[in-house]
C-alpha cells in the first residue's frame, strides 16, 4: 500500500504536535519516523494508522479491497493466560477475517518469527525479545499490507534488536508490504529503512534522508560505507532539531 500524507496537523488543546506534515511512502517501503522525545512521533503514527483524528490535512492510503493494516506497540500486550500460539490467533477472532486456513497461516507466520518449537508455551515462558516476535507473528497473521511499529524494540538489548532487525528484513523479503516504523535507534532507522523521516521539535518533518541499499538487507551493511555516511547524515540532522 503507498501513503501519501498531505499538510497533515493535530494539536492537543492548545499545544500544536504536529505542523503541516508532507511525505509519500511508495507500497512495499520501510520507513522510519525518528527525532527528539516528545515531537510527536507516535501521535504522527497513530493518525497514519487512524488511531487519531486528524485536524487538518489528509491521509491518503492506496488501499486493496479488504486489505489489512497492523499496529505493533513497544508493549507486546500478551494475554498471560494464553498459549503462544492462542495469542497470535486472536486477531483472526475478533476480525472477520477468512479463516478456513487458520493452521497455515498460523504455522507460516510461527515459522517466519521463529517461534514454532514455543507454540504451546505461556508469555511469562518466554524471553523478552520472544514476546516481541509473538507480537509480530500477531500482527502478520492477518497478513496485512500495512504495518505499524511504534518504538517494537525500544525495551530490549542491542544484539536481540539487532537480529530482529534482521529478522524483519527476512519476512519483509518472503511477504512484502508497506512498513512505517518510529524508532529512537540510528543504528536501526538507517538499516531498516528505504527512507528517513526526520521530525524535530515543532513537529515538522525538517529531512528526509534515502537509503537505496535494497533488501533484504544483512547484517554486513552494517559495515558498508553507505551505512555509515547515512548515520553520520541522520545524526547531522538529528542534532539541527534539538533546538
Ligand atoms: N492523547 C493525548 N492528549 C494530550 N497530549 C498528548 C496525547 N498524546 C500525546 N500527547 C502529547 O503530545 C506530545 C507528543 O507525544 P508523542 O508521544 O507523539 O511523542 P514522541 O515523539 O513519540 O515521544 P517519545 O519519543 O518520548 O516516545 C507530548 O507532549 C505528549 O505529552
Redesign the pocket.
Known amino acids: 500500500m503507498s501513503v501519501k500524507v498531505k499538510n497533515v496537523s493535530k494539536a492537543?488543546?492548545d499545544?500544536a504536535?504536529i505542523n503541516d506534515v508532507n511525505f509519500e511512502i511508495a507500497s512495499e517501503q520501510i520507513v522510519a519516523i525518528i527525532?527528539?522525545?516528545?515531537?510527536?512521533?507516535?501521535?504522527?503514527l497513530r493518525l497514519l494508522a487512524d488511531l487519531?483524528t486528524l485536524d487538518s490535512g489528509s491521509v491518503d492510503i492506496d488501499d486493496n479491497l479488504g486489505a489489512s493494516r497492523s499496529f505493533v506497540f513497544q508493549d507486546p500486550l500478551l494475554l498471560d493466560w494464553r498459549r503462544l500460539e492462542d495469542n497470535i490467533l486472536l486477531p483472526l477472532e475478533i476480525t472477520p477475517l477468512a479463516s478456513h486456513n487458520q493452521e497455515e497461516r498460523l504455522a507460516n507466520v510461527l515459522k517466519l518469527t521463529k517461534l514454532s518449537e514455543h507454540r504451546k508455551k505461556f508469555p511469562h515462558e518466554l524471553s523478552g525479545g520472544m514476546r516481541m516476535r509473538a507480537s509480530l507473528a500477531r500482527a502478520l497473521i492477518t497478513q496485512p499490507q500495512l504495518i505499524f511499529l511504534d518504538?517494537p524494540f525500544g525495551a530490549l538489548d542491542e544484539m536481540t534488536r539487532e537480529s530482529l532487525n534482521l529478522e524483519i528484513q527476512e519476512i519483509h523479503h518472503k511477504s512484502p508490504s508497506t512498513i512505517i516504523l518510529?524508532t529512537?535507534n540510528l543504528n536501526e532507522a538507517v538499516f531498516m529503512s528505504d527512507k528517513v523521516l526526520v521530525?524535530n521539535q515543532k513537529g515538522q518533518i525538517s529531512k528526509e534522508i534515502s537509503i537505496e541499499k535494497s533488501h533484504p538487507r544483512t547484517s554486513d551493511f552494517f559495515q558498508e560505507a553507505e551505512f555509515h555516511q547515512k548515520l553520520n547524515e541522520l545524526r547531522s540532522a538529528l542534532q539541527g532539531c534539538e533546538s
Open positions: 492537543f488543546g499545544m504536535i527525532g527528539p522525545s516528545g515531537c510527536g512521533k507516535s501521535t504522527l487519531e518504538e518510529v529512537h521530525m
